[in-house]
């Protein structure tokens, strides 16, 4: 497929795969030829598939819910991008004839269990189509809940779904989502969840439709997002030989009973009266009680088990001979923001600051996280970056600190395709390191430059004013905009005649700042004391007399003693002295 057939493919399939993406953007496909784009859709399955191998045959997680949901969203947006079919069946794996052999003795001891024992097979038809959810935001559930009337609330329960099939009260069939279609066949083990009653009060015939949940104890969903719940019980669902204590922490929440009532009310009653607890987690919403009121009860109360949303609903929904995997119109999901992002990276900046520490910055295509766009995030040190390794096209996990810093947590996998990248020399750049425009100093000047504004009260003069100046040329090191007269500023790209005006009233108050503020504007190691001296007393001061004074330990008087020594700072002294800045 060809790049301009494929981003067309990818504008038509777009609404779909936002909806799949759990809050990573699913725009244009990579822009990377086919064969690479191959490639890496083959990595990123590679790395599933690991994923996979580890929660489903060693109850091990080695990724959160949420970004193993966004990868798997990925790899299917990729797969569409090169023309396939996705395959990937997330967070499942097929239950075979070995696992069906390890079925209790308890359990197999029913002639149901036998039977279903005996009709093992991979992959299973849902006798009732199990129905995706239309994801919406706040808007979304305003226009849903606004042209309906008599509606229902459900937390939409973190697990894995499972359609149950009884006949005359018996467990006959249990069946994953799949598709919505088709899933596996789990009937054996669901035999053997405690939760999952292989035998009704009544022997009726009926289908259930529920997610079997990890249970946990005063869970508060806002205090831990990634409680890893979903993988425990998919783990344990696809373990060979799970043991007796965590088939026991599997809970079953039935959300819908298709062959039942469809009145909401009435189909409450019966589930409640089949031993099912339904109706103490489905409220009747009002005006009171409104789909948000119990979206933040939800979230910051304890509950059971883990929970991604709600779900609304209409009271009265259709009869089973109306169902489909396709989104109903009776039933919306809103999802609570998502706590981290499967973030690809755009590009690698070093910035380097103004004291001279380098810090990596990583160029991401725009992420959503609770209602921020992301487009960068900082790696703090450069052996963090060295120690990650991440280059363009490498994946990470993103999540707001404190909620609301974006940063980076750690990375998901790296693309197989590594770009070339060179880092600044760290040794090069120091606190004393870059006061003029030579080779490889831009960005330690310009980061002077603006904390020297920022200290001296240069208003309206910020980073972009100081860039546009040394990209034109018109300042070369950190005091030569004493120079620049309006004539100057104004040949400057962007520099009208009432932005120099300003621009030049700002640098001409700057002068008149007192010694103290011009030391710290200069950048001035902490601990000089310049309330009552000026440069050259302060200049004749050596590393021992500034260890002398309160609070000056060694590091701190060596690094006094080189700042007023450096002759960098002697003849910016010697400048300010002579545009008559008092103190030098």
């Known amino acids: 497929m060809t790049s301009t057939r494929r981003t067309l493919f990818s504008l038509l399939t777009l609404a779909a795969l936002a909806l799949l993406a759990f809050g990573a953007r699913a725009d244009?496909?990579?822009?990377?030829?086919?064969?690479?784009?191959?490639?890496?859709?083959?990595?990123?399955a590679e790395q599933i598939a690991l994923w996979d191998?580890?929660?489903?045959?060693?109850?091990?997680?080695?990724?959160?819910?949420?970004?193993?949901?966004?990868?798997?969203?990925?790899?299917?947006?990729?797969?569409?991008?090169?023309?396939?079919?996705?395959?990937?069946?997330?967070?499942e794996n097929v239950l075979d004839a070995e696992v069906s052999r390890t079925v209790s003795t308890r359990t197999a001891s029913t002639p149901a269990a036998s039977a279903a024992i005996e009709r093992t097979t991979s992959t299973r038809a849902h006798p009732?189509?199990?129905?995706?959810?239309?994801?919406?935001?706040?808007?979304?559930?305003?226009?849903?809940?606004?042209?309906?009337?008599?509606?229902?609330?459900?937390?939409?329960?973190?697990?894995?779904?499972?359609?149950?099939?009884?006949?005359?009260?018996?467990?006959?069939?249990?069946?994953?989502?799949?598709?919505?279609?088709?899933?596996?066949?789990?009937?054996p083990r669901a035999l053997e969840l405690p939760a999952v009653p292989n035998r009704l009060p009544e022997a009726i015939d009926a289908i259930f439709q529920g997610e079997l949940y990890w249970r946990l104890n005063d869970h508060v969903q806002a205090r831990a997002p990634e409680s890893g719940a979903r993988g425990r019980v998919a783990g344990v669902m696809a373990q060979r030989a799970p043991s007796a204590a965590s088939l026991d922490r599997i809970g079953l929440f039935v959300w819908?009973?298709?062959?039942?009532?469809?009145?909401?009310?009435?189909?409450?009653?019966?589930?409640?009266?089949?031993?099912?607890?339904?109706?103490?987690?489905?409220?009747?919403?009002?005006?009171?009680?409104?789909?948000?009121?119990?979206?933040?009860?939800?979230?910051?109360?304890?509950?059971?088990?883990?929970?991604?949303?709600?779900?609304i609903k209409q009271a009265e929904r259709p009869g089973i001979r109306r169902w489909s995997s396709s989104p109903p119109s009776w039933a919306v999901a809103w999802k609570y923001p998502p706590s981290q992002a499967l973030a690809q990276v755009r590009g690698v900046e070093f910035r380097i600051g103004r004291t001279g520490r380098v810090t990596p910055l990583l160029h991401l295509y725009p992420v959503e996280l609770d209602g921020r766009r992301v487009t960068?995030?900082?790696l703090g040190s450069l052996d963090r970056w060295r120690e990650w390794d991440v280059r363009p096209g490498d994946q990470v996990a993103v999540e707001l600190a404190g909620l609301t810093i974006p940063q980076a947590r750690e990375v998901v996998w790296h693309t197989r395709e590594r770009a070339e990248l060179t880092p600044p020399e760290p040794e090069r750049y120091h606190l004393l390191s870059c006061f003029s425009l030579t080779p490889g100093c831009f960005d330690q000047l310009?980061?002077?430059?603006?904390?020297?504004?920022?200290?001296?009260?240069?208003?309206?003069?910020?980073?972009?004013?100081?860039?546009?100046?040394?990209?034109?040329?018109?300042?070369?090191?950190?005091?030569?905009?004493?120079?620049?007269?309006?004539?100057?500023?104004?040949?400057?790209?962007?520099?009208?005649?009432?932005?120099?005006?300003?621009?030049?009233?700002?640098?001409?108050?700057?002068?008149?700042?007192?010694?103290?503020?011009?030391?710290?504007?200069?950048?001035?190691?902490?601990g000089a004391d310049a309330r009552l001296q000026d440069w050259e007393t302060l200049k004749a001061l050596s590393a021992d007399e500034w260890q002398a004074r309160p609070g000056v330990g060694p590091v701190r008087g060596e690094a006094l003693a080189a700042f007023f020594s450096h002759p960098e700072l002697a003849r910016m002294a010697t400048q300010l002295r002579a545009f008559g800045v008092a103190g030098f």
């Open 376 to 378: 960068r995030v900082s």
């Open 256 to 311: 819908d009973w298709p062959d039942g009532p469809t009145d909401m009310a009435t189909r409450l009653v019966e589930l409640q009266a089949l031993g099912f607890d339904t109706a103490a987690y489905t409220h009747r919403l009002d005006e009171q009680y409104d789909a948000a009121h119990w979206r933040d009860t939800w979230f910051n109360a304890p509950l059971p088990f883990a929970t991604d949303g709600v779900v």
């Open 128 to 187: 009732a189509a199990q129905t995706g959810l239309e994801k919406t935001d706040e808007a979304g559930v305003r226009r849903f809940t606004t042209r309906r009337d008599y509606l229902w609330i459900q937390p939409k329960v973190d697990g894995v779904a499972i359609t149950l099939e009884y006949e005359a009260g018996e467990l006959i069939d249990a069946v994953s989502r799949g598709d919505g279609e088709r899933g596996q066949n789990w009937t």
């Open 446 to 526: 310009l980061a002077r430059l603006t904390y020297l504004g920022e200290q001296l009260n240069m208003r309206g003069v910020g980073e972009g004013t100081w860039r546009a100046l040394l990209e034109a040329g018109a300042v070369s090191d950190l005091l030569g905009w004493q120079r620049l007269s309006r004539e100057e500023l104004m040949r400057v790209s962007g520099i009208g005649e009432a932005r120099a005006e300003a621009i030049s009233s700002a640098f001409g108050q700057a002068r008149g700042a007192s010694f103290a503020t011009w030391l710290d504007a200069l950048g001035v190691p902490p």
């Open 28 to 44: 244009d496909c990579p822009p990377w030829p086919d064969e690479r784009l191959a490639l890496e859709t083959q990595a990123l």
């Open 53 to 91: 191998l580890s929660y489903h045959g060693e109850g091990v997680a080695l990724v959160s819910d949420t970004l193993y949901d966004q990868a798997a969203a990925r790899l299917a947006q990729w797969q569409r991008c090169l023309g396939q079919t996705p395959q990937h069946r997330p967070l």
